[in-house]
Nanobody, 120 residues
């Protein structure tokens, strides 16, 4: 089970951290990812991290601004220099095998999402 939290309203250029808490069979997790979905748009990949070695992946649109990290059963996404186009519902997802990190289809387990709104 995944529980996302930490969303909110922030001004352009501000920072926010969203968290994803995993429970249950966390020892079997291979990778956790963050995706986001803005109104009227498809769900898009943001970032991902592997549990064992901490290998990270980022979408080009967030490289240099977002940082993903993990500890125990939590995965964090630190978002700096936020822009209006970062406004979306952010979802965390997890899988138990090595597959394409940027594809939503690679993740069978999803959290409920947390809203991030960036105002200008």
């Amino acid at each position: 089970q995944l529980q996302a939290s930490g969303g909110g309203l922030v001004q352009t250029g501000g920072s926010l951290r969203v968290s994803c808490a995993a429970s249950g069979r966390t020892f079997s997790l291979f990778r956790t990812g963050w995706f986001r979905q803005a109104p009227g748009k498809d769900r898009e990949f943001v970032s991902a991290i592997t549990w064992t070695h901490g290998i990270t992946y980022y979408a080009d649109s967030v490289k240099g601004r977002f940082t993903i990290s993990r500890d125990n059963a939590n995965v964090y996404l630190r978002m700096n220099d936020l822009k209006a186009e970062d406004t979306a519902v952010y979802y965390c997802a997890a899988n138990t095998w090595n597959n394409r990190p940027e594809s939503p289809d690679s993740y069978p387990y999803w959290g409920q999402g947390t809203q991030v709104t960036v105002s200008s």
